[in-house]
């Protein structure tokens, strides 16, 4: 029983660039959610996916946007990135947007 | 929206000793989950337990609603208990997790 993955497990960008995070829900998942989580605080909530559509969305810029596929794979992009962009992202996966949420190993975001 | 207050911030034992984690919630929750957070960022489940009492090996958490309240305990502590611990609860209807500012363990040999 496959977990939730998430690709890539690094990567460094620089001011202004724009960069795609992916991430496959464990499986029999059809919700996918994403995290924002800065150095020693808590995750926040970016938004949510389920159909494909975003039902959810928390107190983020509109430089954050996502995407669900008919697989129930999901993106997040962020676009012209700032210094404060930098974080660990972390993907959840649930069942009809209910019940427990299981993460993944996360995407260790660096923007220099 | 909801807060969740989790105490205390920072706890450090000994190898062996027993520890009482402590999270405050707000509001209604139909949701409630208990996490350790591995070294490498990994949120690793630990319960789901929006009410009651669960136990699993060391591990027992309760949760009383009515109080709003959440405590996990770890018995017979070892080093790899070692990390951060959160709490993270989900209003009814909001279908997002909102997250403590979690608990550093750490057990000492």
């Known amino acids: 029983d496959a977990g939730v993955t998430q690709s890539p497990t690094h990567l460094i960008k620089t001011r202004g660039q724009q960069v795609t995070l992916r991430c496959s829900p464990k499986s029999g998942h059809d919700t996918v959610s994403w995290y924002q989580q800065a150095l020693g605080q808590g995750p926040q909530f970016i938004f949510q996916?389920?159909?494909?559509?975003?039902?959810q969305r928390g107190n983020f810029p509109d430089r954050f946007s996502g995407h669900q596929f008919p697989n129930y794979s999901s993106e997040l992009n962020v676009n012209a990135l700032l210094l404060g962009d930098s974080a660990l992202y972390l993907c959840?996966?649930?069942?009809?947007?209910?019940?427990?949420?299981?993460f993944g190993p996360g995407t260790r975001l660096t923007v220099t | 929206g909801i807060q969740v207050e989790q105490s205390p911030p920072d706890l450090i034992l000994q190898e062996g000793a027993n520890s009482t984690l402590r999270c405050n919630f707000s509001?209604?929750?139909?949701?409630l989950q208990w996490f350790h957070q591995n070294p490498w960022g990994q949120l690793i489940n630990l319960f789901y337990i929006p009410s009651g009492t669960k136990q699993n090996g060391r591990l027992s958490a309760t949760t009383v609603a009515t109080e709003r309240y959440s405590l996990l305990y770890i018995s017979s502590s070892q080093t790899t208990d070692s990390g951060v611990y959160f709490c993270?609860?989900?209003?009814?209807?909001?279908?997002?997790?909102?997250f403590g500012q979690g608990t550093r363990l750490t057990i000492n040999p």
């Open positions: 509001d209604s929750v139909n949701n």
């Open positions: 996916y389920y159909e494909e559509e975003e039902r």
């Open positions: 959840a996966s649930s069942l009809a947007r209910a019940g427990v949420q299981y």
């Open positions: 993270a609860v989900e209003r009814r209807g909001a279908q997002k997790l909102v």
